[in-house]
């Protein structure tokens, strides 16, 4: 047992250090476990923290991308109609906007078909389209119209999306929707619009085409194919680009052309002028309107079948042509012999005749002046029927104007014993521009009809009076009649043709009923109208308004005093202060004598009396007796004026006439200087008689006559004279021929005056332009006769030829163009009727342009733009044309032909070369 218990403790002990040993090791291997476990652990948490951050992370990212999608979800809603559904077509989401627009709840829509949309119009192709795209796994897209609960139409541009999972199969559609109801329905309407137009144009009579400049014709009308025989817009557009291929060459036509721009340009220009185009022989009056089309310029061109109008308007020119020829010749022979009965007369009167024979010499005159004013009322008649009179504005002085004519009808009036009274107001400018010609007329025809229809010891009262407002200015002018009267039933037909108040007015008064028809005619003419105000058995009182321009006077009634002092003796006070109201309008200082003061006995002093014993006095001082008897006999330097109480602007005439007192013996002196040799080309035996007796007044004339054209070119080539005067018709050869041999093919220089009995409106502009320098009628004038042949003296003759002289020698080519673009201006006057200020402004506008003109065509030549060289050469053409630079027009026009045909063999630098020094002139022209 103890052995045993010895083995046991020693067995246990043993197992003691054994266990401790293990224990020990346990323990050891616990301690490094437990040190890796720790370190594990530290790896496992700064995993977790790495893990925890990674998450965190991802979820901020998850959070973004959450709050992006939602964004794009809310702008998708907010812009678009969205909906979704199962493979089946059943809703299973739709947004606000598909609420809105559809009419239905969201409860209502929610698991319902998509189709419950659907508008029964929308064509089933669509849908099938639609299912077979999407099932393929494709996006659809299309226009689908869609019909709300209300059962109205809608419109919407749909997108339709297959959603698929990862497996790539699909989950549902989503839908989504642009509203195009507003664009579908504005479309609609233009399309109706577009319908209504063409049928409103393929309605029309005239052929419609609207093109441009880049694809030529894009549209036309019915009538277009109907009329030019295309069977479809395809056919013609094969063959032309431009409408303007189809014009057939005609003079005054518009001209065949392969570009658009190029045919419209003259239309464009001269917009009010009709144009005219022949196609298939048939005439179209063209219009062209610029009208926007989808911020394009685009042309729309009318073409109106006018030919049967045009085939009339010929005939009626033929007629119109006819007739004035008619009257030319009728005028022609009948003034031919009054031309002899009026000039012998005349010269008869001025012979020794008893009582008796004057008496019956007065009455031929008079019957004669009645003859020659029926044919100038039916000439003037006609003219004005036929439209072929036109305005002509002129600056004219009102105070000196209108004198001439006033006065010709006083002493009709005094012989009847009428109060002639003319007052002409003195507020009225010292320059106006009116037609003073056709208002002179109208004067005439009504003071003629106002001596006519008052009786004896009647008034006539004549005022041209200014009116002023802040709009316009304007002359009335006013004749009134204390005569018998127009009744009120006849004031309306006064003014036709032929008319009078009534037959018997004709069988007692005399004329031809045309005076106030051409007198409210050429009022009309002129802007106005002439109005009438009568009570029958009282007078009447006819009036017009003229409105005028204001214009610079060549001298003022003050510049011209500028060298005298006017002195106004103390007369009656009501007179005094009638004399200081004209004096101080015309802004003429004056000063207020009492008594005489030797003083101011000079030649520069102009005294204003009514006191002829005061007005002796003086001896060297000018006097201006406004007295009724003439008390001047004694005194060449003292100028009566005996109508001043009847006329108180005469004053004004007067006081401009003073440096002229002794103009009859100036004119008796100048007459007798007069140095001539003249050639008269006369037909008619009895009118050279006359003309005969006429130069042999003159002592210092020589003439000779030639009986028809030929012979005056004859001897006018062989023969120098100072003046040639020209019959027009003539047998053999006529004064119009004649002139234009002598002057375009003999260059003569010789003054040709024509002296005719062509009266017609036309014929003063036809002979100046055919090289004439002057104008006379038949019957001859005799006053307008002698101012000629004063005019064309041979000291004023010498003069002329001295200075052109001097210019030939000493004058450059700018100079002697300088004369031609002078005579130009002045032809331009005439031919346009404008004043002459606004021709200067028109020829200053194209001087200033010149210079840019001559740039882009040099610039064009060399880049061979015919394009530009045509536009600037027609330009320039078109300005040359309104002021008559002929040697311009004719080379702009030879340079915009060539242009306009493309024509590269023409020398365009070298006529530019030619062009500069006619163009340098202008420029430099003062």
């Known amino acids: 047992m103890p052995e045993n218990f010895s083995e046991f403790i020693e067995d246990v002990s043993s197992s003691y250090d054994d ?122 897209q299309g226009i689908i119209q869609n019909k709300k609960k209300n059962g109205s139409t809608y419109y919407v541009n749909a997108v339709v999306v297959p959603l698929l999972n990862r497996n790539g199969d699909i989950v549902e559609f989503m839908a989504l929707r642009e509203d195009i109801t507003a664009a579908i329905e504005y479309q609609n309407k233009l399309e109706s619009q577009k319908q209504r137009v063409s049928v409103i144009l393929d309605n029309q009579e005239s052929i419609i085409v609207l093109f441009d400049e880049k694809d030529g014709v894009i549209e036309v009308n019915r009538k277009f194919y109907e009329v030019f025989g295309f069977n479809s817009f395809a056919e013609f557009k094969e063959k032309h680009k431009c409408i303007c291929e189809l014009f057939e060459e005609r003079e005054n036509f518009l001209k065949s052309s392969t570009d658009e721009k190029l045919w419209v340009i003259p239309i464009l220009e001269e917009s009010q002028k009709v144009h005219l185009a022949m196609i298939n022989k048939r005439v179209y009056s063209v219009k062209v309107a610029i009208i926007d089309i989808e911020n394009k310029k685009t042309y729309l061109a009318t073409f109106t079948d006018i030919t049967e109008i045009e085939e009339a308007r010929i005939k009626s020119q033929e007629a119109e042509r006819e007739k004035a020829n008619f009257l030319a010749n009728m005028s022609h022979e009948i003034r031919t012999p009054m031309n002899s009965i009026l000039g012998f007369s005349e010269l008869l009167s001025k012979t020794q005749l008893d009582p008796k024979q004057s008496k019956y010499t007065k009455l031929i005159k008079s019957s004669t002046a009645t003859l020659i004013q029926i044919i100038n009322d039916i000439l003037d008649f006609s003219k004005l029927e036929s439209g072929q009179s036109e305005i002509e504005i002129s600056n004219v002085n009102p105070f000196m104007e209108f004198e001439d004519t006033l006065m010709l009808l006083a002493e009709k009036a005094r012989e009847k014993n009428l109060s002639y009274i003319i007052d002409i107001d003195s507020a009225l400018p ?40 802040k709009d316009e200015k304007k002359v009335r002018f006013i004749v009134q009649d204390s005569g018998i009267g127009i009744p009120k039933d006849r004031q309306d037909k006064i003014f036709e043709p032929f008319s009078q108040a009534d037959s018997s007015t004709t069988r007692k008064f005399g004329g031809t009923g045309l005076g106030l028809s051409i007198s409210s005619s050429l009022s009309k003419l002129m802007g106005s109208r002439l109005q009438l105000e009568s009570e029958e058995g009282k007078g009447s009182k006819f009036y017009f308004d003229i409105s005028y ?63 002829e014993k005061f007005s002796k006095k003086f001896k060297k001082a000018r006097i201006l007796l406004l007295t009724k008897a003439d008390k001047c006999v004694e005194n060449s330097r003292c100028q009566h004026i005996e109508i001043f109480d009847d006329f108180p602007s005469i004053l004004y005439n007067e006081l401009m006439r003073l440096k002229l007192i002794d103009t009859d013996v100036q004119k008796s002196k100048d007459y007798n200087n007069i140095n001539l040799k003249i050639l008269i080309a006369e037909d008619y035996e009895i009118n050279r008689i006359l003309v005969s007796e006429l130069l042999g007044q003159f002592e210092n ?38 002139t234009r041999i002598l002057v375009n093919e003999f260059n003569i220089q010789t003054p040709i005056v024509a002296l005719t009995a062509n009266a017609l409106e036309g014929d003063k502009e036809k002979f100046l332009s055919a090289g004439m320098a002057d104008y006379l009628t038949k019957p001859i004038d005799i006053k307008a006769f002698e101012t000629i042949l004063l005019k064309y003296s041979n000291k004023i003759s010498k003069e002329t030829k001295v200075a052109l002289k001097i210019e030939s020698k000493e004058g450059t080519k700018e100079n002697n163009e300088m004369l031609d673009i002078g005579l130009s201006l002045k032809m331009a006057e005439k031919k346009m009727g404008l004043a002459q200020n606004i021709i200067e402004k028109l020829f200053k506008s194209y001087a200033s342009s010149l210079e840019k003109i001559v740039t882009n065509l040099e610039n064009a030549i060399d880049k061979k733009d015919f394009g530009v060289i045509l536009i600037n050469a027609h330009n320039l053409k078109s300005g040359a044309a309104s002021l008559c630079f002929e040697k311009v027009i004719t080379i702009a026009q030879e340079i915009e032909s060539n242009a306009k045909n493309k024509n590269e063999d023409f020398d365009f630098l070298q006529r530019l070369e030619n062009l500069k020094p006619y163009l340098e002139t202008i420029r430099e022209y003062k």
């Not at 015309?586 to 002093?605: A, G, Q, R, T």
């Not at 004859?714 to 040639?724: G, R, S």
């Open 19 to 140: 266990f401790y040993e293990e224990k020990k090791f346990l323990e050891h291997t616990i301690d490094i476990n437990s040190q890796d476990i720790e370190k594990a652990n530290i790896k496992i948490k700064e995993q977790n923290i790495h893990l925890q951050k990674l998450l965190e992370e991802t979820s901020d990212e998850n959070e973004e991308m959450i709050y992006m999608l939602k964004q794009y979800k809310e702008a998708i809603d907010t812009s678009l109609i969205v909906s979704t559904t199962d493979t089946h077509g059943i809703i299973r989401y739709v947004n606000d906007n598909f609420v809105q627009i559809s009419g239905y709840s969201q409860e209502e829509l929610i698991g319902r078909p998509h189709n419950i949309v659907r508008h029964p119009d929308t064509p089933e192709l669509i849908f099938e389209d639609m299912w077979k795209t999407i099932l393929d796994k494709k996006v659809w």
């Open 430 to 469: 010292e320059c106006i521009g009116i037609d003073s010609f056709h208002i002179k007329q109208i004067l005439i025809n009504l003071i003629g009809n106002a001596i006519k229809f008052t009786h004896e010891h009647g008034t006539i009262y004549i005022k041209i009076e200014s009116i002023v407002t």
């Open 549 to 611: 321009i204001d214009c610079a006077a060549n001298s003022t009634l003050k510049e011209h005093l500028n060298d005298f002092k006017v002195y106004v003796y103390n007369m009656n006070e009501t007179l005094l202060k009638y004399l200081s109201t004209q004096l101080n309008s015309y802004k003429v200082d004056y000063i207020v004598i009492d008594d005489f003061d030797k003083k101011l006995d000079i030649p520069n002093s102009v005294i204003i009396s009514k006191d």
């Open 701 to 738: 004339i020589e003439y000779a006559f030639a009986l028809n054209g030929q012979e005056a070119v004859d001897m006018a080539i062989k023969n120098k004279y100072d003046l040639i005067l020209m019959d027009i018709n003539m047998p053999i050869m006529n004064g119009m021929d004649a």
